[in-house]
């Protein structure tokens, strides 16, 4: 509980002693996945509150609320992985001194910021401003290089996702419809 506390309040000490420990991969894995569940929850509600509002074939684009919370916590246990895989290479590319298994466990312990988002609108904005603080300064203690350098990353990661996921997006799209 200190460690998620010391998450929410930005301490750098506690997140240089998250990434550097080991037995912490499987806590960060555990705040993945809950929060991966209540994202999901929350957006099958959204899409039961505003369902009967859309036209129909915009419903039927969205999807049913249990596809919704289902992919949700597949793509963002997904992303986990391959976030944390792309941001470790790309700070090892500007000099960092880190691996994909700090990144697992900063970027997982980061997730609590999305708790934020059962707060209607202001939560979600609140949630990414902090995820994104949170994520450079994780990124900076795992590779032990300048904030300057773990924004750079951040940019370049998020960069190599976006045309990853364009990729992906464009093979998967015709199998899937």
Known sequence: MDRILGVLTLKAPVYKQIAEDTSATMTAGIIVVV????????????VGLVGSSLPPEQLAQAGSPVKIAISTIINTIIGW???????????????????????????????????????????????????VIGAIIG???????????????????????????????????????
């Open 139 to 177: 990124i900076r203690e795992a590779a032990e290089f300048s904030t300057g350098k773990a924004v750079l990353t951040g940019v370049g990661g998020l960069i190599v996702l976006f045309i990853v996921n364009m990729v992906i997006s464009l093979i998967l799209s015709p199998i899937l419809g």
């Open 81 to 131: 992985l391959i976030g944390s895989a792309v941001f470790a290479f790309i700070a090892n590319a500007f000099g960092g001194k880190t691996n994909t298994g700090e990144m697992l466990r900063v970027f997982g312990f980061t997730q609590i910021f999305q708790i934020l988002n059962i707060i209607p609108c202001l939560g979600s904005i609140a949630a990414l401003i902090l995820s």
């Open 35 to 46: 929060m991966a569940i209540l994202g999901g929850i929350l957006g099958a509600l959204m």
